[in-house]
């Protein structure tokens, strides 16, 4: 059985902002790429790291659609 890891909201926006910071960009200019571009490899795995803390926070990443 895999280990439970329990994270505060606090971590998790800071993980969100760690994430962002290795990118060097916003998440506004992130969101405008996810939108407008082709990913490169440490982007399509920093979009899926930040789509997992936006669902662990009971958020909508910006760039999905409805």
Excluded at 3 to 12: D, F, G, K, N
Excluded at 35 to 50: F, Y
């Amino acid at each position: 059985m895999a280990p439970t890891i329990a994270l505060t909201r606090h971590q998790l926006k800071n993980h969100r902002k760690a994430i962002l910071k290795r990118l060097g960009v916003s998440l506004e200019q992130f969101t405008e790429t996810v939108r407008t571009s082709t990913l490169s490899g440490a982007e399509w795995e920093a979009k899926d790291q930040l789509e997992e803390t936006f669902f662990l926070l009971g958020e909508r990443s910006p760039w999905s659609v409805d």
